[in-house]
């Protein structure tokens, strides 16, 4: 018996009228064993668990106690603003074959129709019904026609309305028998606001069902998915079911995840709003050197820049203070590691970042990734520092050709440089601080391309961080993408956007806290990263970068980000007011622009 569907009174009632037929003599067998091949196909039509089945627009529909027409549950959904409170579903159907749609509703301008029938849509609709009252309406399918769907709807700025037992009787959809159920169901990736899941195919099956008791279902093709939009330190149990054209299996066994705590787990006790800045360390620019004794408190995480390779390929990292010569005023070792411990016993992190525009590193080979982690660590232990930053950017990152996967990559640079973070990881255990500034074309470029593509041709270094990024999920403390050297990056609207406006940071960082399917792919999706672990990647003043945002518009991004207003024309498909905070480069030109950039940030988040 299909999970969720009411018993319907109307084959009971084509039963009887068949067997009184017979008993009179038998006339009319044919037509009604037809009519008995009849069934309700609409899926939970009485609501009695909750929304699964429905998807409701702008999350306006709630499954209700009272009123009720029958049973224990019926919908209950709100118009509100420009949102006329759609909640609809498809169900499989037959090619030129009569349907009838029915509901029992309550409300002021009610809607019950259908959509995608093949021929002529229908709809129905009562503008008053103080009482349950029937809708009922009728259509018939195409000749091609496998699907419809059926929909309610009310009507702007109107109160809520009500629906419960709603049907769509008539033949069948399918044939055959539906699937078993999913087994291996199992979770992954789990932070404070998601849980990944995956489980093992199913012969037959034509898609799946994610159950979440009190959560709307989450309908895919795919053995893997990410539930997002989750509350921190909290237990949830998952199940799952599998369906085809004739029905929808029995539920998977459960599997309960609980969310990470709200500091993300990943070894940083920042504050709910962070600061990250990088420190001329080992070189001098027209910014001038600044001393670490130097940096203000408004600095919650200062990346050392920068720890740079022997050679492309040696996986040899070093360090060290600028020279004298470069820059006079440079402190001496033991003031620097002095200045280290300082901003530690205040609570600061520090960290080497490995890269930068210049630093080029490939670990093309284990020889390569076993010298970065062993010349890491002792940069590491020689200053005392929290963790590592990395920052590889220009060609230190690329996919061969046919590595098409960012969940399973194959690439040698990838691979091992995933090894070689973890190994770091291990050494030094959960304290250890870890944070990445790919620039956008090796992330949000990947939502377009992937690789060189699957003929070839392509820029191999397209999305090339993500697979990085993803494995190491589980370790990230803070991802600050550059949202500045960078040409135009289509958003999840499909439009292009452009670096040095709020629009810019908002449809970049949104694609990092939905998610979004790799190269078009749905069966490939990167999954929403948790908003403690992303932070918006600015220059400091016009002379740090291309793609300077002005504070005001830097301000605009943060409002809409984390309270959805002044988003402009960009829709965003969350509100995040945990969204950890603001990386620039630098530090040191922060100062050079009176610390403009800072003293913005401490004004917003009221440090």
């Known amino acids: ?43 939970n039509g009485g609501f009695e668990s909750g929304l699964s089945g429905w998807s409701c627009t702008g999350g306006s529909g709630v499954a209700v106690s009272t009123p009720v027409h029958s049973g224990t549950s019926a919908l209950k959904a709100t118009p509100a603003g420009s949102d006329n409170a759609k909640c609809s579903q498809t169900v499989t159907v037959r090619p030129d074959s009569a349907y009838t749609l029915s ?62 037992d709603l049907s769509l009787v008539g033949p069948g959809g399918g044939t055959g028998q539906p699937p078993a159920a999913p087994a291996g169901l199992r979770s992954s990736s789990v932070t404070s606001s998601s849980v990944g899941l995956a489980w093992s195919p199913v012969t037959g099956a034509t898609g799946y069902t994610v159950h979440r008791a009190g959560a709307p279902d989450l309908n895919l093709t795919g053995t893997s998915t990410t539930v997002t939009g989750l509350s921190p330190a909290t237990a949830y149990r998952f199940q799952v079911s599998a369906t085809n054209a004739a029905g929808r299996s029995p539920l998977s066994s459960a599997v309960t995840a609980t969310t990470r705590p709200a500091d993300g787990g990943n070894g940083a006790d920042l504050p709910a709003h962070a600061l990250v800045g990088y420190l001329h360390s080992s070189f001098a620019n027209g910014s001038g050197y600044t001393r670490m004794a130097d940096v203000p408190d408004s600095w919650d995480v200062i990346n050392l820049a920068f720890g740079e390779p ?41 960290l080497i970042s490995i890269g930068g525009q210049n630093g080029q590193v490939q670990l093309a080979s284990t020889a390569a990734r076993d010298a970065f982690v062993s010349s890491v660590s002792k940069i590491i232990d020689e200053y005392g520092l929290d963790g590592l930053d990395i920052d590889f950017e220009g060609h230190s990152l690329s996919l061969n050709n046919g590595d098409t996967d960012f969940r399973s990559p194959t690439s040698p640079v990838i691979v091992n440089l995933i090894s070689a973070v973890k190994s770091l990881k291990a050494k030094y255990g959960a304290d250890f601080v870890l944070t990445m500034a790919p620039e956008t074309f090796f992330v949000q470029l990947g939502y377009q391309f992937y690789g060189s593509g699957p003929f070839g041709g392509q820029d191999p270094r397209a999305g090339a961080y993500l697979p990085v990024i993803h494995a190491l999920r589980d370790d990230l403390t803070l991802l600050h993408v550059q949202d500045y050297n960078s040409g135009p990056i289509m958003g999840l609207d499909n439009q292009y956007h452009t670096m040095g406006g709020a629009d810019f940071h908002i449809a ?6 939905t998610g979004f399917p790799v190269a078009g792919d749905t069966t490939k999706v990167f999954p929403a990263l948790d908003p403690g672990q992303v932070a918006i990647g600015l220059p400091a003043s016009q002379h740090a970068g291309n793609g300077h945002t002005a504070p005001s518009e830097v301000n605009k991004a943060l409002d809409c980000l984390t309270k959805k207003t002044n988003c402009g024309s960009y829709q965003t498909h969350g509100t995040w007011p945990a969204l950890r905070g603001l990386m620039t480069w630098s530090i040191n030109w922060d100062r050079f622009n009176q610390w403009e950039f800072s003293r913005n940030f401490d004004g917003y988040f009221g440090s």
């Open 103 to 164: 509901a029992w509703v309550q409300g002021s301008y009610v809607y019950l129709g259908a959509s995608g029938t093949g021929t002529t849509d229908v709809s129905t609709w009562t503008p008053s019904a103080p009482s349950w009252r029937k809708l009922t309406t009728s259509f018939r399918t195409g000749p091609a026609t496998t699907s419809v769907t059926l929909y309610t709807n009310g009507w702007y700025g109107t109160p809520a309305y009500h629906v419960d």
């Open 310 to 350: 022997t050679s492309v390929t040696s996986g040899d990292i070093r360090f060290s203070l600028c020279p004298v010569a470069e820059c006079p005023n440079v402190e001496s070792a033991a003031e620097f590691k002095a200045a280290i411990k300082a901003k530690q016993a205040a609570g600061k992190k520090v």
């Open 1 to 43: 018996m299909e999970r969720n569907r009411r018993p319907s009174r109307y084959p009971r009632l084509v039963a009887a009228l068949a067997a009184a037929v017979l008993t009179a003599g038998g006339l009319v067998v044919s037509a009604e064993t037809a009519r008995a091949a009849d069934v309700d196909i609409a899926t």
């Open 508 to 513: 970049m960082t949104d694609m990092l806290l």
